[in-house]
Each structure stands twice: as C-alpha cells, then as structure tokens.
C-alpha cells in the first residue's frame, strides 16, 4: 500500500523560514509513515489510471480526513505572495512562462493567489493530475480578463466533463465560490482528440 | 420594452440550434467553412444572448443605459462556477477561431497583452462543429432549466 504523507512547519514567519517540509506529492511505503510525519490524508492510488478514471468514485473512497482544497489554504494563507509561489515552483514544476503568469495573476488579484494555489496543489496532489501550465484568457475584443485556465494533461473528454463538475462543486462547498468562476480546467488532450 | 424583458424564451436558441444540428447532418460531406464558421459564432452569441436576458429577469443588471448589456466575463463565471469548464472553453476558443482567424488549421492566442499567453491549435471543420454543438446543448439544457 502506498499513502501521501503531507507536513508543514511553521517555524518563524518573522524571518519568512516557514516551509512545507515533505513533498505534497510524495508516495512513501506506509511502514515508512510513522517517521514523524503528519499525515493528513491517505489514498490506495492504483498507478495506471490517467485517461478515463472516475474521479469522483476515487475521491469518495478516499477516507474523511482526506486532505481539503481548504486544508491546503489554511496552510498557505500564512505565506506572503513570493513565498506561496516559490511553493507552486516547488511542487508543481511548472515552466517559467506558466510562473510568470500566476506572479501576474498575484499582482492583478484577478483570483485570490493563496485561494488559486490551493486549487492547484490539490489537483497535483490529491487528484493526482499533472499541471501543465497556467494562464490568462481575455476577451480580445474589450481586452477584459475573463478567467485563469489551467491546463490538466492526459484528460479524456468523459473525464473533462466529470472533472470540471467534480472539482467546481467541491470549490463552491469549500467557500472558494470566486474561485470557482474564475478558473477554466482545460483536458488539452480531450480537445485535440475530439478535433477528429 | 416590458414585453420583451419579461419572457425568457424569446430568446432561447433551442429553435436555432435544433435548426442547425439538422442541417449539420444532412450537409455532412458538403458543408462549406464559411457556414461551419458561421454556426459557431451564432450558436455562441445566441447562448449568450439568453443567459443575459435570463439574468435580466432575475434582477441582474449590465451596462448601458437600461442595464441590459452583459459582459463576457460575468456569462464565463456563471457558466465555470457551475463546472461548465468542459463546453465554455471549447466554445469559446473556436469562436475566436472562426471570427479572427482566417487560416485553418491555425493558432489562436486568447491574451493579446506583452506576458504570453494560451496558444491553441485549432482546426475549423465538421467534426470540431459537432463536438461544440454537443456542448452548446449542455449549456443550453442547463440555462432552460436551472438557470
């Protein structure tokens, strides 16, 4: 059995020496879990299921104290802008224009960054989706932001659907309404397979 | 004006599109890219169009002088809070396709400011039309009966 362990420690936001410790994203041997590790959630993760996976059943499965797109804010809220996006260079390995962007996106305060970090790293994270890259969309004609789009890869388009469902109706329960509406998941894959 | 603000189905597209999605089969093989151009910008816009008149009669108000000229913006976060993510971005990225790019298959780019932004390779022809009609039906299904 494989599990996530998730740690963070808050050391001294004085001298910004806070840091997550452990890699979100890290699978470790659960016989390996005790190591002084907080764990906050952990998940049978069945390697193999990127194309067609039925989100929701597997998020259902996941025990209560799964780790929240909340849990995660409540951990970065505490973070300054620079520190919440050295976070998302961290985990997320993300190219520079993608970084650029969500620096941008911090300076507009279009979204919430600490809010749309947490989306981010719950997605990678929890869900087990790759994070391509990040983006602004506007309206060519008024030059007006519309929203973010967040590129998801190895996304079928029956799971495009269940994902942008799934994850927006999770959003909203977990009070990241302006979130919700200001952020476009994108299954690039599914849109070049349905091109024909 | 009062007439017109009041009932929603005067602008409801189900006719339209209904039209068109039965034009669309029958013109399978022979249907020309200024049409396939046309009916995405049209099925889009009359999407749109009904969304903000359905937001008018719920007390929502836009811009101009009777309030009743809706952004872009505020139709995607209706739609994207609802998880429409799916049928929102496809539509959208082949309607600026078909409006503001003249060659096919080409590279739309939906940020025009200095930092870059999303670049999509996007073909315009009858299988893309029938992708986006899908969604425009899942937009359309929810805007009559839950919006």
Known sequence: MWTIAYSYTNNNTETEQTQIVLSFAQRIPTEQVELGFSIIGRYVYTVGITVNRDVVKEVESMPENMLTIHGI????????????????????????????????????????????????????????????????????????????????DNCGWKEWKILSKFVK???????????????ALVCRKALQTRKG | MQESSSNPERLNPRQLMDHLKQ????????????????????????????????SYIKGK???GPYGDSFRLSTFFEDLLSKGFDYAIYPLFLYRVGADHYILNPTTVVLLSKPWKGVQENVEINYDVLEMLLESAYDILDYLEKHY
């Open chain 1, 73 to 152: 804010y409540d951990m970065l809220r505490v973070f300054r802008g620079e520190k919440v996006l050295s976070v998302l260079r961290e985990y997320l390995h993300l190219n520079e224009e993608s970084m650029s962007i969500l620096k941008r996106i911090g300076e507009l305060e279009f979204v919430d960054l600490r809010k749309f970090a947490s989306l981010l790293l719950w997605l990678v994270n929890v869900l087990r989706y790759e994070v391509t890259d990040v983006s602004l969309v506007e309206d060519l004609e008024t030059g007006e932001l519309q929203f973010v789009s967040v590129c998801i």
């Open chain 1, 169 to 183: 109706k999770r959003l909203v329960e977990e009070g990241f309404s302006d979130i919700a509406g200001r952020v």
């Open chain 2, 23 to 54: 034009f669309v089969a029958n013109k399978r093989t022979t249907l020309n890219e200024v049409f396939i151009r046309r009916i995405v910008s049209a099925v889009f816009f009359a999407l749109f169009n009904y969304w903000a008149l359905k």
């Open chain 2, 61 to 63: 108000r836009g811009d």
